[in-house]
């Protein structure tokens, strides 16, 4: 069993991911389980925005998580969990476009996945229930904003979801995508601007409406 340095300790205390991602590395499933039910809803909401295909975002997803198994004995706590994660994500989505292709994202077989078992299907949340012209406003929105994140330049893209959907730091971010934390700034401030661009018209009608029924 590998020993816990005195940088593991600290993290693990500041971030439970951490102590949970140990635990896996020693061998227990429900760690596992717990930090697949902990960020598998999050990583598939960014796979899926970054790609535009829920399939090619589950098989990712998938893979990521396999990744995690797989290498799970050569863990060493450097930087907190999510941080981790998103490397190994951002690292096959950069091989996903060198390769022109998504790689096929097999569960492992039963032989093969110890005391863990095979890793489950990511699966779509369940809808909140609200009134059906609130929901088909929202949805409207929400494609119009979509559609706008899919329109951004790739590395655009990617730091505006992680800075969404992991709420990561710019130092974050440069650590998962191998960029300077300087250039995360310029690169979400170039985003943020094309999406003012793009999302102008829509902002603009919401406080039209705002202001219609006030």
Do not use: C
Not at 18 to 39: C, K, N
Not at 115 to 140: W, Y
């Amino acid at each position: 069993m590998p020993a816990i340095s005195e940088s593991s300790t600290r993290l693990s205390v500041l971030d439970p991911d951490v102590a949970l991602m140990l635990s896996v590395r020693d061998g227990s499933p429900e760690a596992f389980a717990q930090l697949m039910e902990l960020h598998q809803d999050r990583l598939l909401g960014v796979l899926v925005n970054w790609s535009g295909n829920r399939q090619e975002a589950e098989d990712l997803a998938q893979e990521v998580f396999l990744r995690v198994y797989q290498t799970r004995q050569r863990y060493r706590a450097k930087a907190r969990f999510n941080t981790w994660l998103y490397t190994i994500a951002s690292n096959l989505l950069r091989n996903h476009r060198r390769n022109n292709r998504l790689r096929h994202a097999a569960s492992l077989p039963a032989s093969e996945s110890g005391p863990f078992g095979a890793v489950r299907s990511l699966s779509q949340g369940t809808p909140v229930e609200m009134a059906p012209a609130d929901r088909a406003q929202r949805e409207e929105v929400a494609e119009t904003v979509r559609r706008a994140v899919a329109g951004l330049q790739e590395r655009q893209r990617l730091a505006v979801l992680l800075n969404k959907f992991e709420d990561m730091s710019y130092l974050q971010i440069a650590e998962v995508m191998g960029m300077t934390e300087k250039g995360v700034k310029s690169l979400l401030a170039r985003a943020r601007s094309n999406l003012r661009d793009t999302l102008g018209p829509l902002l603009d009608r919401s406080a039209q409406l705002k202001d219609h029924e006030s």
